[in-house]
């Protein structure tokens, strides 16, 4: 029986590229989506991937929707905490609102979802959790007070719970991308991208989100069961940690 995983905000973006990867490796994969019904639904026609839609930042939504993804595909052994959003403002602008959606949805997320596999995890002596946290989580970056904080907690997140189910068969990993070319990065304005954010790329562009997956499909296999607690940096040398 193929293993299953289960990929948060896995429809568009970063996330859409990890649940094809993970497909293409032969993992029976779920994609969870928040708001977008349209492009939930292109990715599904695309792909066949199944998709969930609720909302990461909902405990009891996480709760009833991984009970469902178990019952519909069976126990979720690879879990990629992918959802995630921005609300750019210097912290001088920065309204609670601003701070609170990026704190729930990017880390309160990886409570509410790993909380709800992780009995099962430890319960079968198996499991992959892979949170994607950033550069900017881990250098900070001007107008992300909100994002950088939540992207460091990941990091501080995958580190307790790393050394907690070590001995469990269960490894817990963070993937921090660079400016990888998404929606989410092309909503930076024009200018400051290409003045403050591409001269600072080494390798001198944009990742793609394949670059991404492959480490995500890495982590996931038994072959990397030695590794845990650790961060992947994929920057194209923007940030050497
Ligand atoms: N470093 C230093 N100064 C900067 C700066 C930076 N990175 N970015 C902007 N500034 C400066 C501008 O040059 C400008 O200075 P002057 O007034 O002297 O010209 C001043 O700050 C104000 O900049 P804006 O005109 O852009 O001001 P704004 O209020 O309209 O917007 C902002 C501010 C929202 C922070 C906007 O600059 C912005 O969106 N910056 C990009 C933030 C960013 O990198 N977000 C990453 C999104 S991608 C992502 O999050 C994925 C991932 O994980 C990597």
Redesign the pocket.
């Known amino acids: 029986m193929a293993r299953v995983a289960l990929v948060t905000g896995g429809t568009r973006g970063i996330g859409e590229a990890i649940s094809v990867g993970l497909k293409n490796a032969g993992y029976s994969v779920a994609a969870t989506y928040a708001g977008n019904d349209e492009a939930a639904a292109k990715f599904k026609e695309e792909t066949g991937i199944a998709v969930y839609k609720w909302d990461v930042a909902d405990f009891e939504a996480c709760k009833e929707g991984i009970a469902k993804v178990e019952a519909e595909l069976g126990p979720v052994d690879i879990l990629v905490n992918n959802a995630g959003i ?1 609300r ?3 912290l001088h ?1 920065m309204k609670p609102e601003q701070w609170s959606a990026v704190i729930s949805t990017n880390l309160d997320s990886l409570f509410n979802m790993t909380r709800n596999v992780i009995d099962g995890m430890r319960e079968r002596g198996f499991g992959r959790i892979i949170s994607i946290s ?3 989580g881990q250098k900070g ?4 007070a909100n ?1 950088s904080a939540a ?1 460091a907690g990941v990091i501080g997140f995958t580190k307790a719970v790393a050394q907690e189910n070590a001995a469990k068969g269960v490894t817990v990993n963070v993937v921090s ?4 070319g998404t929606e ?2 092309r ?3 024009e200018e ?1 991208l290409n003045s ?2 591409l001269p600072l790329i080494p390798v001198g562009r944009l990742g793609e989100p394949e670059e991404i997956a492959r480490c995500v499909n890495f982590l996931a296999s038994d072959e990397a069961g030695f590794i845990t607690g650790s961060t992947l940096s994929i920057n194209g040398g923007q940030y050497m940690a």
């Open positions: 921005t750019d403002t210097t602008r950033s550069i900017n970056q001007f107008g992300q994002y992207k991308p660079g400016y990888i989410m990065v909503a930076v304005p400051v403050k954010i």
